[in-house]
């Protein structure tokens, strides 16, 4: 398994596929294991990259305290020491924040961004408790191992990606994996966002009701954004909805090629090639709205 020299750490990282370099950020205590299967489904038309941040997986720990723009930096000289030029971003759940914030400071670096079930803030009482109690739990040995079932266990689809989560989940560092749930429950870049020029898709389960209502705020604060509900899912969409969720974002990676329509005319032919009979017929199923 691959490893860099980067920003003052070493890195686990892995490149699949080639095409358009996709760079893939996972949430905190979980690795890059999370994304197998993006890894597998996307690889044909993207080269896929993903790594284990710093003190997460088999990254080393990290002697500097974790921060967004830490890792927003690790990524960038990533991609330096990768010779990749640009490349879009994709990050799941808090990994979704990073980035908004490595859009934000390095715009030239990026060619977009693709937020699965993420937010720009934590404001509501059960997420900022969740957040809370895993920053807590994640310092106190015996209860960090029940905090790595259980996150891998809600992100499983079966037997062996449970094992595979909870394997790497414990392989990380007790001090960076608190440092990156605390910073996850206090960032805050919702008046930030509108100097966000990159096409945009947000991506979110119909059921992850408690997330809508981020969504809606990156959808309107966002100025080119594309939001996307898929139904019956819920918030695990990389490993419990990869299917769905792999073909959305490759239909509109390619979608931005023409520029021939309008964005909302895009993101209604997206709809309806992924649900060509049901999308007309039902409006509250799924759907896009862009801006």
Known sequence: MPFLEVNGTLLHYHITGKGIPLVLIHPSLLSAQVFNYQKAQLSDSFQVITFDIRGHGESLPSRRKLTYPLIAEDIRQLLDALDIRKAYLCGYSVGASI?????????????????????SEITDRLNKSLLWMSTKLSSLSPLRNVLASAISLGNADMPLTYRNLRRSSLHGDPDNIREYFEYSLHYNCTQRLHAIRHPILLIYGQKNTNFHPYAHILHDHLPNSSLY???????????KNARRMN?????WVNSLENQDLKRTDLDLQIAQQLNPEQYMKNEEGEGLSAR
């Open 99 to 119: 980035v908004l914030e490595a859009l934000l400071a390095y715009p030239d670096r990026f060619l977009g961004g693709i937020i699965v079930s993420g937010t």
């Open 229 to 239: 509900f898929i139904k019956g899912a819920r918030h695990q969409l990389p490993t």
């Open 247 to 251: 073909e959305l974002l490759r239909l």
